[in-house]
Structure formats: structure tokens, C-alpha cells
């Protein structure tokens, strides 16, 4: 039996219309003409505050945390509702928990919206627990809030392994001593995933499966 903590947003759902359309709606909302540029969804991942900040940033626009807060009141009301499990994930995960493995997330996202998406989208109760950021920013570094989860739940690194598509799932994972494998569904590409040091890489969730030689 193996431990593993799975990513959020570009790991189980596709949540990238939903974000984007209220990225939109904040940047416009502060005055400027912003339109999503090819690649828009790469910069999904880490914590709201830090995608705005690269949004803003050609603007000459410091108004980060107003921009958070418009992004969150546009998401809960609208964008939310365009999130999808990937094709594959309710399988995958199903068949996981089955062959008794103990699955956990760890998202940049707010808990809320956490709890939210995995009720909507079915996948919730395969989850022992659900460790999303806080309102007071605390977690946002996300190698704080993964050594969070796995103090809250006495979990040993080598017993487990974190999934996730982005550097910073990467980075985490191996500042608290577990191995990263990369997938290459979501919105982070190889040379991303290679480049900060995942353990291993999968091109489908019915590959997690036989994955956990990683673990």
C-alpha cells in the first residue's frame, strides 16, 4: 500500500476555462485591455497571487491582492462550474483506492474551491483528505503546505509519492523528501517537469495504475 497526494487543478480536473474566464474578468476589471495569449495556461499552477503578479506585471499594475479578490468573487460565482475530472481520472483513481491505496490532495487552491470541485466532480469521497490554501496566505508556499499534510496524517516520505504537473509540485515533493512523478496531461510540459527534476513522467492517467515503482 502506498501513500499518494495528488495535485489539483491540471492533475485530476481540467480547470482551465473556468480560471482562465475569471483571470479575464479580474484583469479587466482594473482597467486593462488583456486578452488570453497563447500559452495562458502555463502559467497555472502556483498560488493566484503570483499568476496575477506575471499578468499585471506589463501593465505597471501593483494591484495584486485586488485582483486576487476579483478573481475569487468571478471564480465562485461562474468560473468554478467549468471544471472536468480528465478522461481517465475516475477510473484511475477508482481503481487506486480499490488496491488500497491511501490518496490525498494538495492544491494551491483555496480549500473551498477544493472541496468543492472533487464533491462536484464525483471524486471526493476517494480522498482520505483534501489540504488546500488558506485564506491567510500561510500555505501558499506549497512545500509548506504538502510538509503540513503529511505531519497532519504521520506519513513517512518513502512510503509515499506526490503527482502533480507543474515545477512547483516537483519542488515540493523533494523538499519533503519524496519522490515527484510528472504528468503530461495537464498544464505543465516536459522540459518543465524534466527540468526541476521529476522522478518519472506518465502521457495518461490509466498509466498511474503501474506507476508506483516511483513510490
Sequence with gaps: MHTLIFDLDGTLVDSAPGIVAS???????????????AGTELLLGPPMTHVLSQLLAPYRDDRVAQGVELYREHYAQHGIAFTSPYPGI????????????????????????AERILSDTGLRG??????????????????????????AWDITPVSACMIGDKRNDVIAAHANGLPALGILWGYGTRAELL???????????????DAFHCA
Design 23 to 37: 483571470l479575464v474578468h479580474a484583469v479587466r476589471a482594473l482597467g486593462h485591455d488583456f486578452t488570453p495569449f
Design 90 to 113: 475516475h477510473t484511475a483513481i477508482a481503481e487506486l483506492a480499490t488496491r488500497g491505496h491511501v490518496l490525498h490532495v494538495a492544491t494551491s487552491k483555496r480549500q473551498i474551491f
Design 126 to 151: 476517494y480522498f482520505r483528505s483534501i489540504h488546500g490554501t488558506s485564506s491567510d496566505g500561510r500555505l501558499d508556499d506549497k512545500a509548506v503546505l504538502l510538509r503540513e499534510l503529511l505531519e
Design 195 to 209: 527540468g526541476s527534476g521529476a522522478d518519472a513522467l506518465l502521457e495518461q492517467p490509466g498509466q498511474l495504475i
